[in-house]
Nanobody, 122 residues
Framework: HVQLVESGGGSVQAGGSLTLSCAAS????????MGWFRQAPGQEREGVAT???????RYADSVKGRFSISQGNAKNTVYLQMNSLKPEDTAMYYC?????????????????WGQGTQVTVS
């Protein structure tokens, strides 16, 4: 089965940048979508960005123009480049995967989840 491990979170001042990484191991999907989600305390988990095995992407309106999702060359790593960070971007960020091209920002569509990495913007 697929396992996901996130890294790259941390604390940054408003206007700064961070890059999150998600490394997938185990059985890999031929067709898939991988997404980044975030959850702030007391709030629901929300989709931030997603990419499928064809390289198509989709973003939440709140991050369009600031965040960019991409795949590594081996397609077993997914990155989230976050620029112009705002305090409201503060949350635990999770990587998730599903074995089909869905390009969905809905958390319920995803079957495999990482443990999360904290991003704090002050």
């Amino acid at each position: 089965h697929v396992q996901l491990v996130e890294s790259g979170g941390g604390s940054v001042q408003a206007g700064g940048s961070l890059t999150l990484s998600c490394a997938a191991s185990g059985t890999t999907y031929v067709s898939y979508s991988m997404g980044w989600f975030r959850q702030a305390p007391g709030q629901e988990r929300e989709g931030v960005a997603t990419i499928d095995s064809d390289g198509s992407t989709r973003y939440a309106d709140s991050v369009k123009g600031r965040f960019s999702i991409s795949q590594g060359n081996a397609k077993n790593t997914v990155y989230l480049q976050m620029n112009s960070l705002k305090p409201e971007d503060t949350a635990m960020y999770y990587c998730a995967a599903v074995g089909e091209n869905v390009l969905s920002l809905g958390a319920s569509r995803y079957k495999v989840w990482g443990q999360g990495t904290q991003v704090t913007v002050s």
